[in-house]
């Protein structure tokens, strides 16, 4: 039998299953081609809802204002498609910058405080920004969007195909490194750290861990990594509306987030994919009433379920285990 | 010699409530020190103080000579200050080995390490192993520490403070709440503490204070009652007046 410390170790080793998302993301590539631009939309609200799980299910920090940084990341994008330059991936740095500054700048007065007020400020941060962007038409176009948007080919060998076949993989692309990177961390004594606040921030004050940074940090680095998925979304979408900034999409990603599972990197992608598969779905099938069967399915697993689908999964393995 | 831990007028007021009146304390180099005093006569309240949880109203305190009243939690930590709590106040959801680790990680300054991977500094796992092996809850390195009896959880709370290698460790009552049967690894555990570090216990319990301490403070109303050695303070006729409503601890 291993120690129990190459048990840790292994514990945060990569495993196979880890492997899923990637090869179901590249068989539906060539498996529903004609869905492909559902399929982009998909991978950039897994790295969105990716970004989230790095606060709200590592950090513990419960924020409904993260479209802020979604947002600013379309928006910077989009404006510097518009006005600067094509380049994608300039532009995508330019996007992951400009929520990274917001982030940091609002994490520094948010992270100050906790619970009711700290969910109330990370709404008001949105709503401000949200207002900004409609004041200030000359430059977002305000309440028409956004136009103009044009993008040069990435590398300036891929164009920007009319089926979204780029677009697709320029997404999957974007979200791998974004995974392997977000992996690292949450594997990393920084990963634990933020799990330690969350689970006992008395105590992480008590061992000396400069708390206030941490969340900051990794504030910071949410924020960029939403902001790189604002970016997508603009790039791929050639269009920014204010609708980036909304509540709405702060609420949906929390949901799309629980649905999955939080705190475990893999609710995002199980749960981004889930709820708008069954959003475009339903659509079809119940053009108005789509929202209640997505409301119902929600208080079902909030009251049964609260590691959301992949905490079923556990469960259900675990009873399989039990009973062998 | 300068003093492990010191305050000098240390004062905190909440309101018109004095919670901690003019506290001129030493705690020497290695000592093993109590802190007794009836219920709500401030002990806890002196803690968060000298941790810096709480800011004091007036007054110093210093730690190895060193001034540090103006210096947030984290900072007195890495000058060698370690606690534990009264109410166990650990990582929940983790194992008893992770727990330790986040100390012992903090301590070597790898805590907030971003793009390693956890175990590629083996040398935290193993000292935090070390530290489980020492206090005997190795066994349970994996299991996480909302499954264990409580009395392995004071352990856990012990463990983890030692994990920062404290030069002065303060125990808030390490054996509250604890059933005889199981308390009794506790006081070995206290016992066995490296004697280069300077311990202050609160406790209720008078057989651990008077088999542990070499020096006892009182504490009533937020003041030093008196200070000095277990045979002084036993035969103090004030303290004894002190604790006649509670003689049943004495």
């Not at chain 1, 940084?69 to 379309?74: D, L, N, S």
């Amino acid at each position: 039998m291993p120690s129990p410390i190459e048990t840790l170790i292994l514990r945060h080793r990569l495993r196979l299953v880890e492997l899923l998302p990637w090869i179901v993301a590249v068989a539906a590539y060539f498996g529903f081609a004609d869905y492909l631009s559902l399929g982009s939309q998909i991978l950039i609200m897994i790295l969105f809802a990716l970004s989230l799980d790095l606060v709200l299910g590592y950090a513990g920090i419960v924020t409904l204002g993260h479209s802020a940084f979604f947002g600013v990341g379309a928006y910077a994008a989009g404006i510097y498609a518009a006005h600067v330059s094509g380049e994608p991936l300039s532009g995508l740095l330019i996007a992951a910058i400009a929520a990274a500054a917001v982030g940091w700048a609002s994490g520094l007065v948010i992270l100050r405080t906790q619970g009711l007020t700290l969910l109330m400020l990370t709404l008001a941060v949105t709503a401000l920004l949200a207002e900004a962007a409609n004041k200030a038409s000359f430059i977002t176009g305000g309440a028409d969007g956004l136009q103009g948007v044009d993008m040069n080919p990435i590398f300036g060998v891929f164009r920007f195909d009319m089926f979204g076949r780029t677009a697709y993989l320029y997404c999957l692309a974007t979200l791998f490194l974004a995974w392997l990177f977000a992996r690292r961390l949450v594997h990393s004594p920084f990963g634990q750290s933020l799990i330690g606040i969350r689970e006992n921030v008395t105590r992480m004050h008590a061992i000396g861990s400069p708390v206030r940074r941490r969340l900051l940090t990794i504030y910071t680095i949410s924020a960029a990594l939403a902001g790189i998925a604002g970016g997508l979304l603009a790039q791929t979408t050639q269009f920014v509306g204010l609708t980036v900034l909304g509540f709405q999409r702060s609420g949906e990603i929390v949901i799309m987030l629980v649905f999955g599972g939080i705190g475990r990197l893999y609710g995002a992608f199980v749960g981004a994919a889930l709820y708008m598969i069954m959003q475009d779905q339903l659509a079809k099938l119940e053009p108005v009433f789509w929202n209640f069967w997505i409301g119902l399915l929600l208080v079902m697993l909030v009251m049964f379920a609260r590691g959301g689908v992949l905490g079923l999964i556990d469960q259900a393995l675990r009873s399989l285990r039990r009973q062998r | 010699m300068t003093p492990a831990m010191e305050t000098i007028g240390l004062h905190r007021r909440f309101g018109a409530l004095i919670v901690a009146n003019e506290i001129n304390f030493r705690l020497e180099a290695g000592a093993r020190h109590a802190l007794i005093g009836p219920n709500g006569a401030g002990k806890t309240t002196f803690i968060n103080l000298i941790t810096g949880r709480l800011a004091p109203s007036e007054g110093r305190i210093l730690l190895g000579g060193e001034d540090v009243t103006a210096l947030p939690q984290s900072a007195r930590v890495s000058r060698g200050l370690g606690r534990t709590f009264q109410i166990n106040t650990l990582f929940k959801g983790l194992s008893v080995l992770e727990n330790v680790c986040l100390a012992v990680g903090e301590h070597s300054r790898s805590g907030g390490d971003m793009l390693r991977l956890i175990g590629s500094r083996r040398i935290v796992l193993e000292q935090a192993y070390a530290l489980l092996e020492r206090l005997r809850i190795a066994d349970d390195a994996l299991v996480p520490v909302k499954e264990l009896p409580y009395g392995k959880q004071r352990l856990v709370e012990i463990a983890i403070a030692l994990g920062l290698e404290p030069a002065v460790l303060l125990l808030d009552e390490p054996a509250a709440g604890v059933p005889s049967a199981e308390s009794a690894i506790i006081l070995d555990v206290i016992d066995q503490l490296p004697r280069d570090i300077a311990v202050l216990i609160i406790e209720h319990d008078m057989e651990l204070v008077f088999r542990f301490a070499r020096r006892i403070t009182v504490l009533v109303q937020g003041g030093i009652l008196v200070e000095g050695t277990p045979a002084e303070i036993a035969a103090d006729a004030r303290v004894r007046e002190v604790y006649l409503g509670e003689r049943q601890h004495v």
